[in-house]
């Protein structure tokens, strides 16, 4: 009897619980914001390598080369914090088809060139004192968080205008955001080698050089929003 009565209670409570909880009429949309700037910046990763059959030969080698870059950074005047040793190492390599085993030594220098503008005379120098591998060359912008936050604003402009289209077709009405979701991951280069090209350097016979296409880059944002409907 008195297990009964529990139950009871319990189916009791749970209805009036049930009856207490209102559901929300809402609407999830999504919504991307993008903006297309011209780089101000570029992030290059470059790599000495040397090969070779002793060990302290190979790094001794690949050491004088890095010694010589580092040199061509100071004179370039690039800043001390936008350089950073980034990789060392020293591997051995084995040749099955001869049995014999060779040595490979690398570093890993990288450098924010804030002057675009120096851009040829940097990489040109760079390969002069020894630089064998043009790992990464990406442009970017130093006002990356202020267009993110541009491309955020777009993004949730977006989804409110979606969910308008949606609620209006239904008779209803947007009101306030319930939930805000950010999807982003980051910005890509998106490189738009018709739109501009850098002059840089001159040539032998005293023409400018045109070698860098910097284009533009898209900085992006996506969102997800649910918003109640009236």
């Known amino acids: 009897m008195k297990k009964a009565v529990l139950l009871v209670s319990l189916l009791f409570c749970a209805f009036i ?3 207490e909880v209102k559901v929300i009429p809402q609407i999830s949309v999504s919504g991307e914001g993008k ?28 050491d004088i080369a890095i010694s010589e870059v580092i040199k061509f950074i100071k004179k370039a005047k690039i800043p ?25 030594a690398t570093q890993t220098i990288e450098i924010l060139l804030k002057d675009l503008s120096q851009y040829d005379y940097v990489i040109d120098g760079l390969i002069d004192a020894g630089i064998n591998r043009i790992d990464v060359v990406e442009f970017q912008s130093s006002k990356l968080e202020q267009y993110l936050s541009e491309a955020r604003k777009l993004a949730i402009k977006q989804a409110k205008l979606k969910a308008e289209d949606f609620a209006t077709t239904l008779g209803q009405k947007v009101g306030k955001a319930l939930t805000i979701a950010d999807n982003s991951h980051g910005y890509f280069p998106e490189p738009m080698y018709d739109k501009s090209v850098m002059k840089m ?30």
């Open 17 to 19: 619980h049930s009856q």
């Open 35 to 62: 903006i297309k700037i011209v780089p101000d910046q570029v992030f290059i990763s470059v790599t000495t390598e040397t090969k070779g059959n002793d060990a302290a030969d190979v790094k001794k080698r690949n």
């Open 80 to 104: 001390t914090e936008d350089v950073q040793t980034k990789r060392i190492s020293l591997n051995p390599e084995f040749d099955y088809q001869v049995k014999k085993r060779n040595y490979n």
């Open 201 to 230: 350097g001159i040539q032998n016979n005293g023409s400018p050089r045109q070698t860098l296409a910097i284009g533009e880059i898209t900085v992006t944002a996506n969102v997800s929003v649910s918003f109640v409907l009236e």
